[in-house]
């Protein structure tokens, strides 16, 4: 069996496996897939296709590997740029350790295709008015995003007490708005 065939094997049976998201951004509102979701499943079907991943940052680049473990010669590489994470309060090393993560978290899903269910496909067509109000809503999000920095969480957090929400994906248009306007004129 060609690697590639032991790949598209694996991403089938790791779809089979129904993995769930246990991770939570509570600022944004929405759960991802973490290393623990779906690595130890992953890793049993890798071995038992005759496959391993090796992960490495080299040129500003960071790389995953996929080799065939009975024909080395025969792999397939994945790679994305290399961004240096930033953390509140992190040392040096504990920043360079976030960036490892979340890198080789978001090159097996590339490269195993492990995916969210598309949320345009997932909305009503006769339901215009949502449509609009969430794509709003989600770049009002972004817009806030853009603004606020690490050392602004604590900021966000009392913008969200003072709204009562527990993410801003539950803020209505309006309130976006005014977190927006709000954390523009701090900047001032």
């Known amino acids: 069996m060609s690697i590639y065939k032991k790949l598209a094997e694996a991403r089938v049976k790791l779809q ?4 769930t998201k246990s991770g939570l951004n509570k600022f944004a509102g929405f759960k991802y897939y973490e290393l623990a979701d779906f ?8 071995f038992e296709l005759g496959i391993c991943t090796k992960f ?17 010669d025969d792999c397939i590489i994945f790679n994305v740029p290399y961004v ?10 504990q920043e360079l350790g976030g960036s490892i993560t979340y890198l080789r978290r978001y090159l097996l899903l590339i490269a195993f295709e492990i995916t969210d269910g598309d949320v345009v496909d997932a909305q009503n067509p006769k339901d215009n008015e ?31 007490e003072y709204y009562k929400r ?13 977190i927006y306007k709000y954390f523009k004129d701090m900047k001032k």
């Open 56 to 72: 490495e940052i080299k040129n500003n680049n960071a790389f995953l590997t996929v080799f065939d473990t009975e024909k080395q």
């Open 130 to 160: 949502k449509v609009e109000d969430t794509k709003n809503k989600e770049k009002a999000i972004k817009m806030i995003f853009s603004l606020i920095k690490e050392e602004d969480d604590d900021a966000l957090t009392a913008q969200l």
């Open 84 to 93: 240096q994470s930033k953390m509140k309060g992190a040392t040096e090393i």
């Open 16 to 19: 089979e496996s129904k993995i």
């Open 166 to 178: 527990k993410d801003l994906g539950e803020c209505t248009e309006e309130e976006l708005k005014k």
């Open 39 to 46: 690595l130890p499943t992953l890793n049993k079907i890798n």
